[in-house]
Nanobody, 128 residues
Framework: QVQLVESGGGLVQAGGSLRLSCAASGRTFTIYAMGWFRQAPGKERDIVSAIKWSDSNTYYADSVKGRFTISRDIAKNTVYLQVKSLKPEDTAVYFC?????????????????????WGQGTQVTVSS
């Protein structure tokens, strides 16, 4: 099992910045990738960004490219999401997720169903 704890959400004005953190514990040696998803009220949970643990290869949703940056600190088992130039439409609960490596997995880390462990979420609210 892998446990995930997010932090860093809050209320910010449009154009502002935040840094979200997600600390992993437990069987962290099994982690293949970690991702950030977000879910606004009445909407589906969508991927924002993800990073492969071994080579730090990254993925960004088109809506956040150029504004969000994902990074990881292997020594601390922590993934970060630096979010800048925030817009009201970025308002959502942001979830951290971890995908465990497993024989036979195709290596995808783009979809919610790729992930095995989830944090409790942290609220990000952007006021206009």
């Amino acid at each position: 099992q892998v446990q995930l704890v997010e932090s860093g959400g809050g209320l910010v004005q449009a154009g502002g910045s935040l840094r979200l953190s997600c600390a992993a514990s437990g069987r962290t040696f099994t982690i293949y990738a970690m991702g950030w998803f977000r879910q606004a009220p009445g909407k589906e949970r969508d991927i924002v960004s993800a990073i492969k643990w071994s080579d730090s290869n990254t993925y960004y949703a088109d809506s956040v490219k150029g504004r969000f940056t994902i990074s990881r600190d292997i020594a601390k088992n922590t993934v970060y999401l630096q979010v800048k130039s925030l817009k009201p439409e970025d308002t959502a609960v942001y979830f951290c997720a971890a995908e465990a490596s497993s024989p036979g997995k195709g290596g995808s880390y783009y979809y919610a169903y790729d992930y095995d462990y989830w944090g409790q979420g942290t609220q990000v609210t952007v006021s206009s």
